[in-house]
């Protein structure tokens, strides 16, 4: 498959990663934490690199999914939101990917 996923929020980036791999996936990740009211500049280098993100919404703040969701737009890349759990939203994204 070898494609790529954005994943913003939370803190198991090595388990997401690892999970990807069994799907032939890559990960990219963003721990969702913001400095000044938003990261868009990094953010948008990462959706950018990225076949599709999710934005694990129990782990991140509202200006980060605020800001997430205007680059994503603005990309025209596909967003979907997961509450948490790194293997749920890994499954997530391999699903809409198929």
Known sequence: MNK??????????????????????????????TRNGGNKKEFKNIIKKSDIVVCLYGACGHVSMDCVKEV??????????HKMGTSGAISLCIEELS
Do not use: P
């Not at 790529?4 to 990807?20: N, R, Y």
């Not at 737009?73 to 979907?80: A, N, T």
């Open 4 to 33: 790529t996923i954005a994943v913003f929020g939370g803190s198991h980036e090595s388990t997401l990663k690892k999970l990807a791999k069994q799907h032939g996936c890559n990960v990219l990740f963003h721990d969702g934490k």
């Open 72 to 81: 994503c737009k603005r990309l025209e890349k596909k967003l979907l939101f």
